[in-house]
């Protein structure tokens, strides 16, 4: 199956997107990630005004085959959280790079995303597995 990856977003290989705008970045998670986990039924974030640290756990979602933690692909504070979605965490399957974002941070540094993939290489990456 053939899902579709932005462009202009980077990806982790934890299956986590980041989008940046000037310095706040929005972060969500992957049609390959949803897929995999099929029906979701919970969603953990964190409240605004966290602190996040790159590569650290953020969160939870929870399917109903599993549950996995959300890495941190950028350091920042959580300025706004998806509140819709942690009440119908099911609406992550229907536009994940669109209304179905997660969180928005206010970022530290850009370059924390230096090793971040392209919709390209994360592409490879997972047509691979």
């Known amino acids: ?37 099929g029906d979701i039924v919970f969603l953990e974030l964190p409240a605004v005004g ?10 939870t979602v929870e399917s109903v085959k599993a549950v996995e933690d959300l890495k941190a692909p950028i350091s920042g504070t959580v300025i706004e959280r998806n509140d819709a979605l942690v009440d119908t965490p099911e609406q992550l399957a229907e536009d994940p ?17 230096e090793d971040a993939l392209s919709a390209e290489a994360y592409r490879a ?4 597995q």
């Open 125 to 128: 990456l997972v047509e691979g």
């Open 1 to 37: 199956m053939a899902f579709d990856y932005p462009n202009d977003l980077k990806y982790l290989d934890s299956h986590e997107y980041v989008r940046l705008s000037g310095d706040t970045a929005t972060i969500g998670i992957t049609a390959f990630a949803i897929d995999q986990l």
């Open 50 to 59: 966290d602190e996040l640290q790159k590569g650290e756990t953020f969160g």
């Open 97 to 113: 790079y669109g209304e179905a974002w997660m969180l928005k941070i206010q970022v530290e540094s850009g370059s924390d995303l």
